[in-house]
């Protein structure tokens, strides 16, 4: 599974971090956040040094659909009623100010990267919900409208519009940017003491640290495993699939995500909690529906993202917690992580600069409220459910009765683990327990994948490791032929 992005634009390697260094600032992630964080830290004169696990943009950033948008479903009149409406405005203006600061900076640095100003819609049947929100989100500053016939493959239906948005190709955007910074690739941050950041060959001693991993794998302080979970939706870029200008997400649970980009049309949907997929079908229950759609396109490329979902719909930006001064998080994008990722640079950057940000009180990390209660005490008896069934519920099969080509959590000579078949009848064996929290992992049939159904972390079917905050693999022996 390859994104359209990645088959688009390639950028070059870098070096394995071989010594010990020290830095003004260390920045774990090399995804859009982790770069845009670093660009304007060094912009800023700071001297900042990149850590990334694996390659630049090889985690959530190349799987984006790629939105730059102060449109983030309908959820302006919600922030009004539940954070005042002057965190409300906090979030609308830090977001148009994101928006605005792509725009200076890619016409500044001169980056051919796709940018094309468009407009964002939510379409719904709900007329009333789109002219509320359209009337919150206008109160805020944003140019925001109800618009009573929007045109869609499948129905004409109302929308609500955001004027001043964007659109862009975010590897073309993240290459130029990563050619001015120091980055070490394949240099995993084990652990994080104080200020000494432990990789497998060498240390790094910072006087600032900024977690931009996606989702924070320090457990303690923070807290961030018990504030939000994750989910994954999916993608396919269609070829011979005409559509209206612009970028278009549905209102609800059932709908469909659209925008153009050159001859293509991104079709997303089918998202579910990561580790809630064991029966698969996800694209092709999205096949299926492009087909009904758009009947003469033909499949380009397909592909999977995966989105940290914050207790209170809020990312968390700033202070990774109170007693880490010097720690900093960028975490809890939910689906809109281009623009978020952009509000995180300019929002960090400032704090370690000393400098105020009239926008930072809304992400503050170190917030709680009602909401928030709500949303853990959920998270919180998700994790005792799945506990309870790693520890209680017997496996459904044998090794033996798996079909080939299959994974599932069987009985093997007595032992419940994890076991992926191969055509030819090869093993892979796998503990079923998350090595971050200890929840029972579930197979993904459409990825190949092994799921926790608590924190989102994921493994492919071998036992590696591939989605923090997990950063052990759960292999339990090689592979062997069924006995």
């Given amino acids: 599974m390859e994104s359209i992005w990645t088959k688009t634009c390639s950028i070059p390697r870098r070096e394995q971090l071989q010594k010990d260094m020290k830095t003004e600032v260390a920045v774990i992630g090399a995804g859009m956040a982790g770069i845009l964080i670093a660009w304007q830290l060094q912009k800023a004169g700071k001297q900042v040094i990149i850590l990334e696990a694996d390659r630049i943009a090889s985690g959530q950033t190349k799987n984006t659909t790629a939105k730059i948008t102060s449109q983030h479903d309908l959820i302006y009149a919600n922030l009004i009623s539940s954070q005042e409406e002057e965190k409300a405005r906090q979030y609308a203006m830090a977001n148009e100010t994101a928006i605005e600061e792509y725009r200076r900076i890619i016409q500044e640095e001169q980056i051919h990267c796709n940018f094309e100003e468009t407009q964002a819609y939510v379409y719904s049947t709900d007329k009333e919900k789109l002219m509320e929100e359209a009337k919150a989100a206008a109160s805020l500053g944003i140019s925001a409208s109800f618009v009573s016939h929007a045109t869609l493959p499948f129905q004409r239906t109302c929308a609500l519009r955001f004027d001043g948005q964007a659109q862009f190709h975010p590897l073309k955007f993240i290459k130029h940017l990563a050619e001015q910074l120091e980055i070490y690739e394949k240099t995993p941050v084990r652990t994080v003491d104080e200020h000494i950041l432990h990789t497998p060959k060498a240390t790094v001693t910072a006087e600032h640290i900024v977690f931009a991993t996606h989702y924070p794998f320090v457990n303690f302080p923070g807290l961030y495993f018990a504030r939000m979970h994750q989910e994954r939706s999916y993608v396919l870029a269609l070829e011979n699939a005409p559509m209206e200008q612009g970028m278009f997400i549905g209102d609800g649970e059932t709908s469909y995500s659209f925008r153009t980009y050159d001859k293509y049309l991104l079709f997303g949907g089918e998202g579910h909690r990561t580790g809630d997929n064991r029966q698969g079908g996800k694209y092709n229950a999205l096949r299926q529906k492009a087909k009904e759609l758009f009947p003469q396109s033909l499949e380009a490329a397909h592909w999977s993202a995966q989105d940290c979902i914050p207790a209170d719909g809020i990312p968390y ?11 900093y998080v960028s ?69 033996k009765e798996l079909p080939l080509g299959h994974g599932g959590i069987v009985d093997l000579d007595g032992d419940k683990i994890g076991v992926y078949k191969e055509e030819d009848g090869t093993l892979h064996l796998v503990e079923i327990r998350c090595p971050h929290l200890g929840c029972q992992l579930e197979w993904n049939p459409d990825e190949k994948s092994w799921d926790c159904p608590c924190h989102g972390s994921r493994f492919d079917f071998r036992g590696k490791c591939i989605t923090n905050p997990a950063q052990e693999d759960i292999t339990i022996e090689k592979e062997r032929p069924l006995p």
């Fill in 317 to 327: 930006i700033g202070q990774y917690a109170s007693g880490k001064p010097y720690w």
């Fill in 331 to 399: 975490t809890g994008f939910q689906k809109w992580g281009m623009t978020t990722s952009m509000v995180s640079a300019m929002l960090i950057r400032d704090m370690i600069c000393g400098k105020e940000n009239p926008y930072a009180a809304v992400f503050d990390p170190r917030r709680f409220s009602a909401e928030a209660a709500s949303g853990i005490a959920c998270e919180g008896r998700q994790a005792v459910k799945t506990f309870a069934k790693r520890l209680f519920q017997l496996p459904e099969a044998t090794a």
